[in-house]
Structures are given as C-alpha cells and as structure tokens.
C-alpha cells in the first residue's frame, strides 16, 4: 500500500526542506544532530510570535518570517554572541494557503542568508486559532564571553542604538493610526534590525535588547545590576519620523516596544571602543543617560529637565 | 519611578524561575549558555502542541505538560540520545487562572526530575486563541552514533516497543467515544512514556517514533530506507484494553496516533542485544514484520493473512 504523503508532510518538503542546513539530516529524522563548534559555548533563546499580538494577521508572510528570525537574532545580538542556526514551529489554520507559506519560507531563506543562519528542525501543525510561531535560536561565544544583564557598574553610561520608539510609532502606522508617508515606521515595525556584533565583551558591561520599551527594559538592568538609573529624554535618539510625529508622542517613544535596539551600560574608559566599533558597523549609538548606586529605580527627565512620569512604562505580551 | 513587574515577568518569576536549571541565567537574561558536554554531540528538535489539535482544553494542565515534554523526549529516544535541557514557549489566552500555570509548571517540575532535565529558557506570550506551546529539546549522544530513520537493511525484523493503538483509543476513551472503566487508556493518551535507553546504536539499524500511526510511521521509515515492509497485524502486540476494544478497532490501532512508541528496524544478529535491552529496562519489545529489498511501500496482512487495506494510513497534524 503505497501512501501519498500526508499535508503535513508534502508542506515541509516544499517549503522547509530548501532551508535545512547541516545537520538536520534533511528534516527527514526525528532531530538534528549539531557537533557543536570547536572552543565555544552555545548560546540559546527561543521566542514565540502570534498572530495579533507581535504582528498584525495581514502583514506579508515573508516580513513575518523575517520579524521571528530577526527578534531571535536580536537576543543573540544582546549576548555578544555570532548566529549559528534555529529551530521553528508554525501552527498555522488549516485554511492558510499555501502561497503564505511560500511567501514564509522566502523570507526565512532571505534571512538565514543575511545572517549566516541554518535550519535545523521543527514542527507544522495545525490550529484552530491565529497563526503561531515560535524559533529557538542558536549562536556562539568563547566561553564566558556572554554579556550579561548583571554587569552595570555605578557611573556607567546607558547607551542605546540605532533610534528609540520608531517600533510602538511603526505599530501606529501599520494601523493606519499615524501618518507614515513613506512607510518608514512601518518597516521599523515589522521588520527590526538585530545589531549583531555591536556589543562586545569587555566593552560593554551589561546588555539587552529593547523590546517590551525603553523604561522598563532598563528597569529590567536596573534589577540584574543592582543599580539605579537616570535617563534623559532630551538625548534619546528618534527618528526624523518620530521627530515629525511630535512630542506629544515622547511617552510612546520611552515605553513602546518592538524597538529590537541595544541597551548598554559602558563605562567610560570603554566608549571610544564602543564607538569605533559602531562607526565600523555603520550603527548609530548615543548615551542617554547613567547608572547609579541605589535601590533599582528608574528616572526620567523630561524635554525640560522635569522628572516625568509614565502612566505605562512599557509593554508586557502577556497582561 | 519604581515599577511593579509585569504581568508576563512576574508569572515567569512564579511559576518557570524555580525549574530553571545551570545555564539558564535564572531565566533573566536575554538567552541561556550552554557548555557542550566535551565529547558528545548534541541532538535537538522541537514540537508544538496546541489545544484541541494534541491534547484536550480540558485536560489537566500538569498532564498537558508533562505529554509536551514526554513527546520531545520520544525524539531522544528514537534517536539514541540522553536528554540534556529545553526551552519552552507558553502562548495562553490572558484569561487563563494562575491556578493553570501551578499546575503546569508542577508537571514540568515532575518531568523533570524523572528524566534528568533542565529549563534553559522560553518565552511566554498571551493569544487570542488556544493554548498553543511549544518544546525545544536538547539531548547528547556519542559522536556519530545518532540512529537515523534511513539505515534499515533488507531482512531485518521491524520491532515496536509497548503496545500499538492505545493512544489512539486513549483520545476515543477520553472524549467519552469509547468505554475505558480503569481509565488506562485515557492515561496513555495523556501520558506517553518515551522509550529512552531502548534503542542503543549498534543494535538497532534504523528508528522513529510511532507518533503519526504505526503504518504511516512505517513508510517513512521505507522511505529514509529505500525498502519495502510487510506489516503482520497478528503480531501487533495489543494491551488489554485494546483487545478488549475488539477487532473493529484494529484499523484504528494500525494508522491512530499518539502512541510514542518506538518502532525499530533490528537486524536477525542483533535481536538478542535488543531483548536484553528491553528486559534490562522492563519495557517489552515485539517483532511485527520485516523489511524487504523493493519499493518502498507497506504491505499490511490481516488477522487472517490477507492483505488488508486501510483507508488512512496514519494522522497528519497538518490536513
């Protein structure tokens, strides 16, 4: 009785298989096997993504694909570490044309291009709800070599790349809810640039990346290093379209999330590093403010100096 | 401005800190660190489970987790591999109680004492759908001993492990389609028990499990093969319950799912290692056909030794 190969599996072998890289043993075994690199440390992250609540249902598949990879990758980035290969599930409604799923897998080929990144494995299946991914992402270190949240030292400057608050603006525009004549916020939403590279170890002393709004993810430093935090709006770094936006929309810019830029604390016999090595990657840095000893505290001065308050200083995907 | 933590931050803090194992970073950093064993490889593969599709929204959440773990944990074993760690993503509607992450992280924390695991990571997110998860899974094996799905040889004996059909049976007993007094199908619905330590390279030629239908699984096993497979059904080791069930429910057994057995291509000279294996770890072990120079293709022979045709040869999570 020779069996037709059921959907599940006609759609890897379409749309997944192209992307298997070493060791996923064509995607055709229960798991990859990976020996890992000669002399590193692995370092590991899985994030999910779902339909509605990290992008929007209509965004194009390959931009999603491209999103999932590039939020993983962001978290790499964070670490210090060099992108090595992931892992992906995908539960997709069974009436998902397979046109969307083609469109997906051109973005992920375009990325794991962009990248240096292989496919080792994963799952399709189906759901009654929205779509939902999820990717386990693999990079390198040298061993001990992972910058942690914990290494922020009293008068460390915080820096940040790239522009702050483009992502929560980018949302607003996606939704048809803020000007965006060229579509800039927009791409900044959903399609984030992890600065791979950007942090390395022993010179920036804690890292992660922005993704949940600027306050609270320093907050999150904050707590790992033992620190308190002064932060200046007047140097935060926005966009000539965040500019345009107004002021009105600091706020937004300060707790949004979906930034996926780097928050650093560098000391500062450290930031002429820093900076060389941004001007190599042709990535904008900019200190936006300090730490310092004292309980775990985040303050924040306004355009005129004045300590503000945030009524929501940041976003949690599950609230 | 202090701030409280967030929904997301303070049920991971919970309900996921306490199972975080060495690496993981207390589950506060952007990513995990993992130092690979010296001298092994590492095998990984990852799988989603949603609701309604791999497990019931009613079923208890300590057994939904436990399942989402034994059913990563049944790719080890068909692998040869010796579990290491994982990372976890949790998608649930924002309406689900504390009361069902308690529950879930104590069968994780149940699992995983029982088969030597460590959290390293994850993400949790809400949706406006069904609880959706998924698993990534990291085990070790000996340099090049991973078992493939593609190295059964003509003549070798096809060997499963336990009994075939319960889980299928299980989700009928389960949804109240099937009488099951003792509940021991329902329990084998709901918690498989992965195979670890039984399929030892060297002995046995060729391995996967049997999570998509005994005769579905088998053609992938002819495919990754090159070979063709005759499937004798008198010899499919039933349990009680199954036999019980009676002989309409034969087909079903052959092509249900959800079983996370293991199912095994084991040459004449190697039977025996396979049968002291088996005993050493008190799991029985049946032969129920073998493998043939051909096509690749499954011949299935009835109760009476007549070729039988079934109408699904297996389930696709995807279809």
């Not at 070493?22 to 000669?38: F, I």
């Not at 051109?106 to 962009?114: C, F, I, K, R, V």
């Not at 579509?183 to 002393?205: E, I, M, N, S």
């Not at 840095?285 to 775990?296: H, N, S």
């Amino acid at each position: 009785m020779t069996q037709p190969l059921p959907a599940e599996f006609s759609l890897i072998a379409r749309h997944f298989r192209p992307l298997a890289g070493e060791g996923a043993l064509d995607l055709s075994d229960d798991a990859a096997v990976l020996a890992p690199p000669a002399g590193r440390e692995l370092v590991i992250s899985a994030d999910a993504l779902v339909a509605g609540v990290h992008f929007l249902p209509e965004d194009p598949a390959d931009l999603v694909a491209r999103k999932l990879l590039r939020t993983n990758l962001s978290d790499l980035a964070a670490m210090g570490a060099t992108p090595l290969a992931y892992l992906l599930t995908v539960s997709a409604p069974k009436s998902t044309p397979d046109s969307w799923f083609a469109a997906f897998a051109a973005g992920l080929a375009a990325d794991q291009a962009e990248f240096h990144l292989r496919l080792l494995g994963g799952d399709t299946t189906s759901t009654p709800g929205p779509v939902s991914l999820s990717v386990t992402i693999l990079g390198t270190i040298r061993p001990g070599e992972a910058i942690r949240r914990n290494g922020a030292r009293p008068g460390d400057g915080i820096w940040v790349s790239g522009t702050i608050g483009d992502g929560a603006l980018g949302l607003l525009a996606a939704t048809g809810k803020l000007a965006d004549p060229d579509g800039f916020l927009a791409d900044r939403y959903r399609r984030p640039h992890p600065r791979l590279g950007l942090a390395q170890f022993g010179v920036v002393g804690a890292c992660m990346d922005v993704s949940d709004g600027l306050v609270q993810d320093l907050g999150h430093l904050c707590r790992a290093s033992g620190l308190a935090a002064e932060l200046d709006a007047r140097l935060l770094p926005l966009s000539a379209a965040a500019r345009q936006a107004g002021a009105e929309f600091l706020p937004l810019c300060l707790s949004g999330g979906d930034d996926y830029e780097l928050l650093m604390a560098v000391s500062p016999a450290q930031e002429a590093a820093l900076l060389t090595q941004a001007e190599a990657l042709r990535v904008p840095v900019t200190r936006v403010g300090r730490f310092l000893a004292g309980p775990p505290d985040v303050t924040v001065f306004g355009l005129k100096g004045e300590p503000m308050r945030l009524d929501q200083a940041g976003w949690s995907h599950f609230a």
